[in-house]
């Protein structure tokens, strides 16, 4: 039923839809609702590694809307399971500007444990 949904509304309206997954394989997960390979992706569940997941997802958004071609990059995805570094220059121009300050709230050190009575 969900297949159908998405696929309804791909069709109908031109929506995008991103499926990422953690500690999954998402992109079979994503399949069987109709999102394609390249909009899925798989993240290890570890700070640094959500952090790369939700960037290459605001770098997905931003040239979705811009119109050009959304997909998950191979850099991407080995930094969303743990491998590579930073993104790259080519990255950053690619998504924009905009993009990583959609998520920067993410990259903000944890706050303390408050105290316990």
Request: aromatic share 4%; charged share 40%; proline share 0%.
């Given at each position: 039923m969900i297949a159908d949904?998405?696929?309804?509304?791909r069709n109908k309206y031109s929506w995008e839809f991103v499926f990422l997954g953690a500690n999954?394989?998402?992109?079979?997960?994503?399949r069987g609702m109709n999102i394609p390979r390249r909009a899925a992706m798989t993240f290890c569940a570890a700070p640094p590694q959500t952090v790369a997941a939700w960037e290459a997802?605001?770098?997905?958004?931003?040239?979705?809307?811009?119109?050009?071609g959304a997909d998950f990059s191979d850099e991407q995805r080995a930094r969303?399971?743990?491998?590579?570094?930073?993104?790259?220059?080519?990255?950053?121009?690619?998504s924009g500007k905009d993009a990583s300050s959609?998520?920067?709230?993410?990259?903000?050190?944890p706050r303390s444990a408050a105290p316990q009575p």
């Open positions: 949904r998405i696929d309804h509304q999954q394989d998402a992109v079979v997960t994503a997802a605001g770098d997905f958004l931003v040239r979705a809307r811009r119109g050009l969303a399971m743990g491998g590579g570094e930073n993104r790259t220059d080519e990255e950053k121009e690619r959609v998520l920067s709230w993410l990259r903000r050190k």
